[in-house]
């Protein structure tokens, strides 16, 4: 007769009950509304430990920023996006005639995946897809052939609280944003942790390191809080500061 432990086989002995990890979250549905009055709406991947699960309030709010200057910062312009999540202020620049817009984050299947569906569902005010593609890229790193000419427009929406990588973002920019009076890098972020707002703000002491002016051109209070159960100054934790980065001429 064979004992107990002699009758489990190595894969059942370590094997997770069906039940051990949690189900996986599914994705979820947002609307934002444009000036002209049509929704927009946007899948976000039901979780991300890079936080593409969520609709940011610098993205928001960027977007309505670059609706109401479209004529000079979109029309016919070259925009790339950076960490940009589910992509709504690449969708804008598509919709509002850009000439080529390249929508990025961090290469990571599941956040490509959902930017390249809304994309593909994305049929208000007529846009049909062939102006804007998805990308992964890792800030920083070596551009693909196809970035060499630059861009006109750099979006980077609520990721400043990543302050270790702030030196790469600040690259990023440099690497990315051609050289030129009318060339701008929009920076927006909302400080949710107000206590490392000083570090948020860090940023730009990097931009102005690196050649950049900087000059702030919004300052904008949410009705609502993201995160209502987080600690801090609540009227910071739904204030949204808007930045142009361009390039120091004197320099």
């Not at 107990?4 to 509304?33: N, R």
């Not at 609706?67 to 620049?93: F, I, T, W």
């Not at 400080?191 to 950049?212: C, N, S």
Request: include cysteine.
């Amino acid at each position: 007769m064979s004992s107990p432990s002699s009758s489990l086989s190595a894969g059942s002995l370590f094997q997770e009950p069906p039940d051990y990890f949690p189900p996986e979250k599914p994705a979820t549905f947002v609307t934002h509304t444009l000036l002209s009055g049509e929704t927009l709406q946007l899948r976000l991947v039901g979780h991300n430990p890079l936080w593409g699960h969520c609709l940011w309030n610098g993205g928001q709010v960027v977007s309505e920023y670059l609706q109401h200057r479209a004529e000079s910062l979109v029309r016919d312009k070259n925009v790339l996006e950076l960490g940009a999540g589910a992509g709504l202020p690449s969708l804008v620049c598509a919709i509002d005639g850009a000439k080529k817009v390249v929508v990025t984050d961090y290469p990571d299947e599941d956040l490509i995946e959902n930017l390249r569906y809304n994309i593909e569902n994305c049929r208000v005010g007529g846009m049909s897809g062939a102006n804007i593609s998805a990308e992964g890229y890792v800030w920083g790193a070596e551009n693909p052939e196809s970035w060499s000419s630059g861009f006109d427009i750099l979006i980077l929406a609520d990721l400043l609280f990543n302050h270790s990588e702030q030196g790469k973002l600040v690259l990023a920019v440099q690497r990315n944003l051609r050289r030129g009076p009318s060339s701008k890098a929009l920076v927006f972020f909302t400080p949710y942790t107000p206590w490392r707002l000083e570090k948020d703000l860090a940023f730009f002491d990097l931009a102005r390191e690196g050649g950049f002016r900087v000059e702030k051109v919004v300052e904008k209070q949410m009705d609502k809080l993201m995160f209502k159960d987080d600690r801090g100054d609540e009227t910071l934790r739904r204030t949204v500061f808007g930045y142009e980065l361009t390039w120091d001429q004197s320099q």
